[in-house]
């Protein structure tokens, strides 16, 4: 009787094995380190007779140029030379290649093939090659083993287990986490979302958690899972009816698309081949996407508050404020170089650019920044020109590539090396936008500005590089690094700052504050006024550490913004919560145990009862979102810019 060939399964590799740094050109990898637990994983299942290979798209990047990457990270001699692929991945193609590697030195009937991957369009592809796929490394072997089908998870942490470490329970089994969600708003009563096997769901029944079983089995093999918030549902009350669940799942075939309701919204799994651009809520407000990305550091020790206690100025902040006693205070120099180089004549100029009201000599407009349109390429070749040219050889420039809906889509990120201390300050926006509210809207082909959603943003990362590199250039010695990052994605349910997140936090990067700059730019009705958004119901920890970042914008406002008043400050104190928690990049970051701030016009009712009606942007994800306050976004990015400074330098 012939022997069984051994499987073999194939691996993508950036955000399934590494963290994959890409150079500004696009033709070279700069950084691959391999995530903590991958090593372990591959060793694993070569120990079980199992043979590896990668199948990657590799881009413009040459073939050697990946091998040497994995080479230096110690991941190549994990894989067989025969079968590392690479190739685009949105067609059959390349997984019929691979398994034909795979089958040439094997007699018969061939292998079992197995693709790792954390794109659910491109596992479809490979399923319909002949392959096994699975959405996580460390689900790898129990599709292998074939035992029980995956599954779609809501897993409560009982009341009476509220007091337990049931983080480190969940990480002794074999699953995935998604997201973190709070179940009645208390951080004690908690939902994890996650992905794992029958087998598993059982075990956790036997530990004595609340496990919900959602959707089909073997759905989380080519469907994605997605929060819609229906905020139309929320504002009207319970009984009004006034959702909008019937007019968008009802009639039409994807009813059995939803999967759950929370009071959020409706958890949806959305497969393969299908776009979030098919499911738009009306009267949907900022933010109402999620994405639930795969991220074991959800559950690891500590994510409930990361940064270390008592680290850096913000904590500073916090004791000073608890003693009465002043804010920090900027040098005359730091407060002279702020104002001088975050200017609305400047800032109003990027939004130009990056809105497409204005084009540099050669090149299109940008008059869209969708994912799906040709003008989000051309704004991430912008970025990285842009960053390069401000760095003057000083800044580390480079992409995050990522997949989504079977999209290769790049974050772009500018690192200035930090000087000996400890810790990594990130100053963020995202630069994807959409007209999604316009009817009949073609992502592909119509016109999505963006240039206050978030165009602002962008321009006020610019602004607050532009004004960094000056205080570093005049001897104004700054301690930690600091990163200027543009998200992509965003508009999709914070994809980007997800996967961005995610794998900082299973590297262990020790970031000390992140300052998110979104929609700073919609200001018509005096007297103006601004946002900051700190709250975080899951972690009272992580909620007071944001708070402490909101505090040193407040604090250094009237420093170099004198126009702007006194912020609006949500907390997520007050009983209320906050309005913006879950709905901008920052909360990306919360949720790996990370302190980070919101920015923003005056978007949201409150806080408080007394607070004055806000001032949110009519032209929201509309074609008509064409121009700023070119002045008041300047004073809020010179406001957070001052305070990301003042974390990096003291």
Not at 15 to 29: E, K, Q, Y
Not at 119 to 141: I, K, M, T, Y
Not at 392 to 409: A, C, I
Not at 575 to 586: I, L, M, T, W
């Amino acid at each position: 009787m012939a022997d069984t060939p051994c499987p073999v399964a194939f691996f993508d590799i950036g955000n399934t094995l590494a963290r994959v740094r890409v150079s500004p050109d696009g033709r070279d990898i700069t950084d691959l380190t391999p995530f903590p637990d991958v090593p372990e994983v591959l060793a694993a299942l070569r120990g079980r007779g199992v043979r590896l290979g990668v199948l990657s798209d590799r881009g413009p990047i040459p073939a050697d140029r990946v091998d040497t990457a994995l080479d230096r990270a110690g991941l190549l001699t994990f894989f067989e030379k025969p079968l590392i692929r690479y190739g685009p991945k949105n067609s059959t193609l390349v997984f019929e290649q691979a398994a034909a590697a795979a089958a040439a030195d094997t007699p018969g009937s061939g292998p079992r093939l197995l693709f790792v991957g954390e794109d659910a369009a491109e596992r479809a592809f490979a399923r319909s090659a002949g392959f096994l796929v699975a959405p996580h490394p460390s689900l790898a072997q129990r599709v292998l083993d074939g035992t029980a089908p995956l599954r779609f998870l809501r897993v409560r942490v009982p009341q009476r287990g509220a007091g337990s470490d049931w983080r480190a329970m969940l990480r002794e089994q074999p699953l995935v986490p998604l997201h973190l969600a709070g179940n009645g708003g208390s951080p004690q009563a908690v939902e994890v979302y996650a992905v794992a096997d029958a087998a598993t769901a059982l075990a956790l029944d036997d530990l004595g958690f609340s496990v919900d079983r959602l959707g089909e089995a073997d759905e989380p093999l080519t469907a994605d899972l997605y929060l819609l918030r229906d905020d139309r549902r929320a504002e009207n009350g319970f009984g009004s009816a006034a959702g909008n669940a019937t007019g968008l799942f009802g009639g039409n075939g994807s009813a059995g698309r939803v999967l759950s309701s929370t009071e959020e919204g409706l958890l949806v799994a959305i497969p393969a081949g299908q776009s979030l651009e098919n499911f738009h809520f009306g009267g949907a407000r900022h933010g109402h996407h999620l994405k639930l990305l795969a991220s074991p550091a959800l559950l690891a020790p500590g994510v409930d508050g990361r940064s270390p206690t008592g680290a850096g100025p913000a904590a500073a902040q916090a004791d000073l404020a608890a003693a009465g006693l002043p804010a920090p205070e900027l040098s005359a120099a730091e407060r002279n170089l702020l104002v001088r180089h975050i200017t609305a004549e400047q800032l109003g100029r990027d939004v130009a650019r990056y809105s497409g009201s204005e084009r540099s000599p050669g090149e299109p407009a940008i008059d869209s920044r969708h994912i799906l349109h040709p003008g989000n390429a051309s704004a991430v070749r912008a970025l990285v020109e842009d960053l390069t040219a401000i760095g003057g050889g000083r800044l580390t420039v480079g992409t995050q590539r990522f997949v989504h809906e079977g999209r290769p889509l790049e974050s772009v990120e500018a690192v200035l090396p930090g000087t000996g201390a400890a810790g990594v300050v990130l100053v963020t926006a995202h630069m994807d936008s959409t007209g999604a509210r316009q009817a009949g809207y073609r992502a592909p082909i119509d016109p999505a500005p963006g240039a206050d959603d978030d165009g602002s943003g962008v321009a006020g990362v610019l602004g607050a590089l532009r004004a960094v590199m000056a205080l570093a250039d005049a001897d104004h010695a700054h301690r930690r690094e600091i990163r200027f990052v543009f998200f992509n994605a965003e508009e999709h349910g914070l994809v980007g700052s997800r996967a961005y997140a995610g794998e900082q936090a299973r590297l262990g990067t020790d970031i000390r504050a992140v300052f998110q700059m979104d929609m700073i730019g919609f200001d018509t009705v005096a007297p103006s006024a601004f946002e900051l958004h700190a709250g975080f119901s899951l972690s009272p920890t992580v909620q007071s550490r944001s708070r402490t970042i909101a505090d040193l914008i407040a604090a250094l406002a009237p420093q170099v913004s004198p126009g702007l008043p006194a912020p609006q400050i949500f907390a997520g104190t007050d009983g209320q919560g906050d309005p913006a928690e879950g709905r901008s990049d920052h909360y990306s970051f919360q949720l790996h145990g990370y302190p980070a701030c919101l920015a923003s016009e005056d978007f949201f009712a409150g806080p408080g009862p007394a607070a004055p009606a806000p001032e949110p942007n009519p032209n929201y994800h509309l074609p008509a979102d064409r121009t700023v306050n070119a002045g008041y976004a300047a004073d809020i990015a010179r406001a957070t810019a001052a305070a990301a400074w003042l974390t990096v330098s003291r």
